[in-house]
C-alpha cells in the first residue's frame, strides 16, 4: 500500500474510487476485460461495497466501483470526457502490449501509447462513463 508520513503516523491508501454508472457492468469490465479481481461486494440497498484489487496485490489499494448517482457527478464526468480527462490512471508493465490486449478484447482507446520522456501513456473508454490512463514509467 502507498503509505506517506504525516509527523509520525503512517497514512495508507487503501481505497480510491471511480465513478461508474452501472455497478455491475463495471464489474464484468474491470474483472473479464482488464484482469483486477473482485476483493469486496456488500450489499447497501440499491448499491454495493463493491471493490476490485491488482491480482498482483490482492491486499493492496483497493478500487471502489462507486454508483455515479448524486446529480453532481454525470456532468462532472461529462465534462472530463470531454476534455479528454481520466478519470483514473493505472501503472502497467508495457503500455504499447496493453493496448494490443485490450485492444483485441474490443477496448475502445480515445489516445494511442504516447510517450512523454520516461512516461508513455495511453487512454481508453472503461464503458461506464469515464477515461482510463494506463501508465509505464
Known amino acids: 500500500m ?7 503516523e ?7 474510487s471511480v465513478l461508474v454508472d452501472d455497478q455491475r457492468k463495471a464489474l464484468q469490465f474491470y474483472t473479464d476485460v482488464l484482469g483486477f479481481q473482485a476483493k469486496r461486494d456488500v450489499p447497501l440497498g440499491e ?3 463493491l471493490t476490485v484489487v491488482s491480482p498482483h496485490a490482492p491486499d493492496g489499494v483497493e478500487l471502489l466501483l462507486e454508483p455515479d448517482a448524486h446529480p453532481a457527478v454525470k456532468p462532472y464526468k461529462e ?3 470531454a476534455d479528454g480527462i481520466p478519470a483514473a490512471s493505472f501503472q502497467v508493465d508495457d503500455v504499447r502490449a496493453e493496448f494490443e490486449r485490450l485492444s483485441s478484447r474490443g477496448v475502445r482507446f480515445t489516445q494511442e501509447p504516447v510517450e512523454m520522456g520516461e512516461v508513455t501513456t495511453a487512454v481508453f473508454d472503461d464503458t461506464c462513463g469515464n477515461l482510463i490512463q494506463i501508465v509505464q514509467m
Do not use: E, N, P, Q
Not at 502507498?2 to 509520525?8: F, I, N, P, S
Not at 503512517?10 to 480510491?16: E, G, L, P, S, W
Open 2 to 8: 502507498a503509505r506517506a508520513r504525516t509527523g509520525g
Open 10 to 16: 503512517a497514512v495508507k491508501i487503501y481505497v480510491t
Open 47 to 49: 448499491h454495493s461495497w
Open 79 to 81: 465534462a472530463l470526457v
